[in-house]
């Protein structure tokens, strides 16, 4: 049995080398000896999938223990055991028999993760993603060894991250193409007496038959002059009737299991005149801010800009994300967001980050959602998914 033989898309070893080495220089300028990153699903856990190519899945907490001089350890439930022709870069994995619902079971695993740390005596070990590791081990392991120190590089390991090689952009490419084929198809998908839950799981299955690793899709309906909004598939039990329009967002990932994501408006018949006149700002708001996505320019002036623009035209301001990055993580960095009380965006826009911008517009009488990735060169960004900027007429 080998990686190619089992893996779809798997990551080369080029690659993983590559980012190990880029992940121990940062260690020897820091002076850290170890670092400790987690993650437990494929949607927003994609440090542990950086080091390993294994995604942490079904909320089962997944530890990486990366020494700066030899092979990584892996900390796992024995529930969801790893093939040994899997691993790579990886000296052992320890296992447990540990669940997040058996709360006592949390002893387990840190006291894997303790032994191992007490056999290497480091003096200074880094976390990664400390928003990702549970209290009870970042709890244990601290109070276990008062005399480490212990510091957060997440902010300098999330540029390394958000800066993609050209085997990653690869495949982010190919997940831009299977969402091109999504909405390519969704006219032959959608037909009238459908609940909204059966469109979904259309997309899905058509989406995992064209490589998706897993299937994130939002969906919403609604009649000309009501909002529609998104719904999750707990609140997609609506009835599709002729006339309709609605919000489709895909956000599946592809082989390998780098995101996009896109979203579309679509309706039965020509778009009513209230939701052209909102798509046409939102497209055009899409672009402006497209153009602004150059080296060296801080997300929340981006941000700032698009709130400006959509607000002289009558439309409501972002405050949710507005647009970020994305790679094995659906959002990554840099956020553009609205400046909070309790957090800012201090990551400037690179070369290689391959970031998605969203308007979306929602009041009274319509809800408009446009979504897109871009590819940041040099000398700009250039758009990665190929489907018009269009609402989907059916």
């Known amino acids: 049995m080998s990686v ?34 987690q993650g437990n699903n494929m949607h927003l856990g994609g440090y542990v999938r950086w080091f390993t190519d294994i995604p942490a899945e079904y909320n089962l907490h997944m530890t ?91 902010n300098d390991f999330d540029m390394i991250k958000a800066l993609k090689s050209d085997e990653e952009m690869e495949y982010v490419r190919e997940t831009a193409r299977i969402h091109d084929l999504l909405w390519a198809a969704l006219p032959a998908i959608v037909k009238p007496n459908m609940k909204e839950y059966q469109i979904r799981a259309e997309v899905a299955q058509l ?33 599709v009737k002729e006339g309709d329009y609605g919000i489709l967002l895909i956000e599946v990932n592809g082989p390998g299991g780098y995101y996009c994501e896109s979203a579309r408006n679509f309706c039965f018949g020509e778009p009513f005149k209230e939701l052209q006149a909102a798509w046409d700002v939102a497209a055009e708001a899409q672009q402006l801010t497209a153009d602004l996505l150059t080296p060296g320019r801080n997300a929340n002036e981006v941000v700032a800009k698009y709130n400006a623009f959509v607000s002289e035209r009558g439309y409501c301001q972002e405050g949710r994300l507005y647009g970020h990055s994305q790679g094995y993580d659906l959002i990554e960095r840099p956020a553009f967001m609205i400046d909070h009380k309790y957090g800012k965006e201090d990551m400037e826009i690179r070369p290689g980050m391959n970031i998605s911008l969203h308007p979306y517009f929602i009041d009274d009488v319509r809800a408009v959602y446009i979504n897109d990735n871009y590819y940041v060169t040099e000398t700009g960004a250039k758009k990665i998914h190929k489907t018009a900027p269009k609402i989907i007429v059916l």
């Open 207 to 239: 989406a995992a038959d064209l490589g998706s690793e897993e299937h994130l899709l939002f969906i919403g309906t609604a009649a000309p002059g009501k909002p529609c909004g998104m719904s999750t598939f707990q609140y997609a039990n609506r009835t």
């Open 64 to 154: 990486v223990l990366f020494p700066i001089d030899e092979p990584m350890t892996l900390v796992r439930s024995s529930a969801s055991r790893i093939p040994q022709w899997a691993l790579r870069g990886v000296k052992e994995v320890l296992y447990a028999p540990f669940a997040p619902t058996l709360n006592y079971t949390a002893d387990s695993e840190a006291g894997l993760v303790i032994d191992y740390i007490r056999k290497r005596n480091p003096k200074r070990i880094g976390w990664i993603g400390k928003a990702s590791i549970t209290a009870g081990l970042m709890e244990k392991v601290v109070t276990a060894f008062p005399n480490v120190e212990f510091v957060d590089i997440t």
């Open 4 to 37: 190619a033989e089992r893996i779809r898309r798997p990551i080369s070893d080029r690659e993983l080398n590559r980012r190990w080495a880029a992940n121990r220089d940062l260690m020897k300028e820091q002076n850290i000896e170890l670092v400790l990153t």
